[in-house]
């Protein structure tokens, strides 16, 4: 049983703990009870495999092992919206940079930290493939282009949820 706050809501651990339960000592299941675990929690808290591997009893180094090796798995938290900046020459030397500062400021965070309520993520990039439209940025996957910092508020307000 675990009542560790630091893995997420009390609803989350709930379901885990159950799952844990489910599972234990059932190192066959290590497929399912990680994604069910990356169901629940979104991603796979350092916390979560610890507690995987007490309960079904295998090394954290073999099912670290299999996290790695198969895409769908990730260690780190994913927002609901990823901005990548490309802060690569034909962007930078048209303003990347005070264009990534303006998103920054707006969202108070620095490039790789989520923003609390877990809807932003800003990264930055080398090239998005598109220099004709620098600077350029891609909010999960769609394009914006030959943008001012000015631009940046309206652009990220229109995300409303
Ligand atoms: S350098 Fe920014 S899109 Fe290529």
């Known amino acids: 049983m675990c009542n ?3 893995l997420g809501t009390k609803e989350q651990v709930e379901k885990f703990d159950s799952l844990l339960a489910e599972n234990k000592g059932n190192r066959g299941n290590i497929m399912e009870v990680l994604q069910k675990t990356q169901g629940i929690f979104g991603f796979l808290p350092e916390l979560s495999v610890k507690m995987i591997s007490e309960s079904l009893g ?3 180094s073999e099912i670290y092992g299999i ?3 198969y895409s769908q798995f990730t260690l780190t938290p994913k927002a609901k919206y990823n901005i990548d900046v490309c802060l690569g020459t034909a962007c930078f030397v048209l303003g990347a940079q005070a264009v990534m500062d303006r998103i920054l400021e707006k969202l108070g ?8 309520d877990g809807k932003w993520i800003v990264t930055s990039c080398r090239c998005l ?7 350029a940025i891609t909010i999960n996957g769609e394009v914006y282009g030959k943008l001012k910092p000015e631009d940046v508020d309206k652009i990220l307000d229109s995300y409303v949820d």
Do not use: D, H, N, Y
Request: hydrophobic letters at 35%.
């Open 4 to 6: 560790c706050e630091r």
């Open 58 to 60: 295998m090394p954290e």
């Open 67 to 69: 996290i790695t090796f």
């Open 109 to 116: 965070v620095e490039v790789g930290q989520m923003t609390s």
């Open 129 to 135: 493939g598109c220099c004709g439209l620098a600077p």
